[in-house]
């Protein structure tokens, strides 16, 4: 059985909502699964991301195949780098807590990156709120300007 990470979509009409479950390649989108690892909220600004991170790894080690949505979902959240990791404990090339040390690393300068995007895209939101629109011109500023 050929099992799949993929999104199952759920919500309203152009309001989509998806969680992230493990399945067999041959049932359809949004029916039987075998298990529900996380949810994803595209509608959010950033785009809100909830995955069990242990469980998915646990997928991906025995050999599921996540799509690409998900394997950028995965990749962005460190489950693949993660994998990558461990790969490297079980060749013998470091030991599993160098290899945790290295993701500690990398997650806490990804999590502050993605801070900073969010306190940015937020100070942008607010800025274009705070900006007053154009004033309406007059008609003698409309008469004087040279028709094209």
Do not use: C
């Amino acid at each position: 059985m050929a099992v799949k990470i993929r999104l199952q979509r759920h919500g309203s009409k152009k309001r989509p909502f998806y969680s992230i479950v493990a399945a067999d390649a041959r049932a359809p989108r949004d029916g039987k699964f075998i298990e529900k690892l996380g949810t994803y909220n595209p509608l959010t600004v950033p785009a809100t991301i909830h995955i069990d991170g242990e469980k998915a790894l646990d997928w991906i080690s025995k050999g599921a195949q996540p799509t690409d949505t998900v394997r950028r979902i995965l990749s962005f959240k460190g489950v693949l780098y993660l994998k990558h990791l461990l790969r490297g404990v079980k060749l013998g090339l470091f030991d599993n807590a160098a290899a945790m040390e290295k993701f500690q690393k990398w997650h806490s300068e990804h999590e502050s990156k993605n801070k900073t995007r969010q306190d940015d895209a937020l100070k942008n939101r607010r800025a274009r709120k705070v900006q007053p629109a154009p004033a309406p011109k007059t008609e003698t500023e409309a008469s004087t300007e040279p028709a094209e």
